[in-house]
């Protein structure tokens, strides 16, 4: 019997973080370092089977991916947004969206480094706010996406618009 190869979150941020690096050279043991995950997670037999980067395991599949983020994230990964914590902007409260919507209402990744109140939301993975530091593109890629797996028509159509500027 052969086991079902389901994509997880990791491999979303993985992929981003790929696209992320654009044409920057990087190493199976340099990107685990970078998203804090184990090198094996790294490996991308997942992400290969769902057709979302090339047999080189080195090429993201962009179209695809952005498939996957447009019309599925909000459904295979779903977040509501929590109770009041301390964090870190997320979704339109994060850069590029917060340019363009302005609201009271904030949505964070908890986190005690964390200078905004707001709704928690639970990132795709718990290394992103480790990785997102070393990293301002990564943490607009994700911003991007939480707020399409959180957000309301408005921020759900900004966010993919930009995040077909960014990956096409």
């Known amino acids: 019997m052969k086991i079902q190869e389901n994509i997880r979150p990791q491999d979303v941020v993985i992929l981003l973080k790929i696209i992320a690096l654009g044409e920057q050279e990087w190493f199976h043991h340099t990107l685990a370092h970078d998203i804090g995950i184990s090198q094996s997670e790294v490996s991308q037999k997942r992400s290969r089977y769902a057709g979302l980067i090339d047999e080189s395991r080195k090429k993201v599949m962009k179209m695809a991916l952005l498939e996957l983020l447009e019309h599925g994230i909000r459904y295979v990964f779903p977040q509501r ?28 990744w908890p986190s005690a480094k964390g200078q905004v109140r707001g709704q928690a939301v639970i990132p795709l993975y718990p290394s992103v706010l480790e990785a997102i530091e070393k990293d301002s593109q990564l943490y607009e890629l994700l911003a991007l996406v939480d707020a399409i797996r959180v957000g309301r028509a408005r921020e759900v159509q900004l966010a993919k618009k930009e995040l077909e500027k960014r990956l096409c």
């Open 81 to 108: 947004p929590g109770a009041l914590v301390r964090g870190i902007p997320t979704a339109h409260s994060a850069s590029p969206l917060n340019k363009v919507i302005q609201s009271d209402e904030n949505y964070v």
